[in-house]
């Protein structure tokens, strides 16, 4: 398994573009996450879903947008880049939701945004 | 709101000396804790939850309701557990994702 991957590992942006961060798992799990980390921050909650079909948003979804059509992509569009959104941003996915539930994330993407 | 607070954004320890990763965390609920760690070019991982009570290549946290607390812990520190932690909790409503600390490197000298 390759568990769950993320591309690309490092992009970079003009202010205005758009770009989708692409994230797939092979571990058949329901629940997908995006998460953003700034320096000294911890990860924060941008959107999530509970399965195909379903989107919901987190703490710091403004800016962002995502679609589940599949049980394993979960990509996030930026849909007009600013330099805000400079961050390292991780997907994660759990079998299910609760504390019981892993959850495993992928290795990354570090996006700057000039 | 929740919130989870590492005090500490660097500990630095000396090879077999004990180790405390700090946290604390504002919740109204029942929390659900965790923490996670991410070795030098790894992925984040999860460690332990404090649900299962387990000990995970020998540390171990308990949840302290009274003090808002999930510190982690470990008698003897070893040159591989240099690395990030992060603290989270889980609240089970509203976002239903974690709520993450902010993060302590954790440094183990020789």
């Known amino acids: 398994n390759a568990g769950v991957t993320q591309t690309p590992k490092f992009q970079v942006l003009k202010t205005g573009q758009s770009m989708t961060l692409q994230c797939a798992q092979d571990?058949?799990?329901?629940?997908m996450s995006w998460y953003r980390q700034d320096p000294g921050m911890g990860l924060r909650l941008i959107h999530y879903s509970v399965g195909a079909g379903i989107t919901d948003q987190g703490e710091v979804p403004n800016g962002y947008n995502v679609s589940r059509s599949t049980t394993e992509d979960f990509p996030l569009r930026l849909l007009s880049a600013a330099p805000s959104q400079t961050s390292v941003y991780f997907c994660?996915?759990?079998?299910?939701?609760?504390?019981?539930?892993?959850?495993?994330f992928g290795p990354g993407t570090r996006l700057t945004v000039l | 709101a929740q919130r989870v607070t590492q005090p500490e954004k660097l500990l630095s320890v000396f090879k077999g000396a004990p180790v405390e990763l700090k946290c604390n965390y504002s919740y109204s609920g029942s929390p659900e804790l965790f923490w996670y760690v991410q070795y030098s070019r790894q992925r984040l991982q999860l460690l332990l939850r404090?649900?299962s009570r387990e000990s995970i290549k020998g540390f171990t946290a308990d949840l302290n309701k009274g003090e808002t607390s999930f510190h982690l812990k470990k008698p003897f520190a070893q040159e591989e557990d240099s690395a990030m932690y992060y603290c989270?909790?889980?609240?089970?409503?509203?976002?239903?994702?974690?709520?993450f600390g902010k993060g302590t490197h954790l440094i183990i000298q020789p």
């Open positions: 571990m058949n799990h329901e629940y």
């Open positions: 404090h649900i």
């Open positions: 994660a996915s759990s079998y299910g939701q609760g504390a019981w539930n892993e959850q495993f």
């Open positions: 989270a909790l889980y609240s089970g409503g509203g976002a239903d994702g974690l709520t």
